[in-house]
């Protein structure tokens, strides 16, 4: 990890440049002031996800789920628990491919729910099914560079 990790703020968008060493003090986009890595399960549209994905340093885990997806609902909490423990070093934000199917088909998503992980501007790893937090956590811990 360099000395400052851009970041993507999943409120506005905007890129924020983040000294590594200020993440655990609770850092807040300079444009709108939004938390940027607080542990909470960000809501994406399109812009901002391929916003974050060639941008951001910190690792970015995204869950591709639906409404109507069973499954999906019952990850959403093992999701949330992840997020939190592995917060500020990664973020989790979540996309609704049924209001936005354009991402099904712009990452070959042919089932969900899926989670992909993003870091440095690139793809690094995909985990499929319905998992519990710990297998969340240990996922990002062996594919992404994670400083704590
Ligand atoms: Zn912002």
Do not use: Y
Not at 55 to 74: N, S
Not at 100 to 109: E, H, M, N, W
């Amino acid at each position: 990890m360099p000395a400052a990790a851009k970041i993507t703020c999943l409120d506005c968008g905007a890129v924020n440049r983040v000294p590594t060493d200020r993440l655990t003090s609770g850092p807040k986009c300079g444009v709108c002031g939004a938390k940027l890595a607080d542990g909470k399960v960000k809501a994406l549209d399109p812009a901002t996800l391929a916003k974050a994905s060639k941008t951001d340093q910190l690792p970015l885990l995204v869950d591709f789920w639906a409404p109507w997806c069973g499954p999906c609902r019952m990850m959403a909490p093992q999701f949330e628990q992840a997020a939190r423990s592995l917060a500020p070093h990664a973020r989790f934000a979540k996309i609704d491919t049924q209001e936005f199917p354009q991402v099904s088909q712009k990452f070959g998503i042919r089932g969900i729910p899926l989670l992909i992980l993003f870091q440095n501007g690139q793809e690094i790893g995909r985990l499929s099914g319905a998992r519990p937090a710990a297998d969340i956590e240990a996922f990002v811990r062996s594919h992404a560079k994670v400083s704590a």
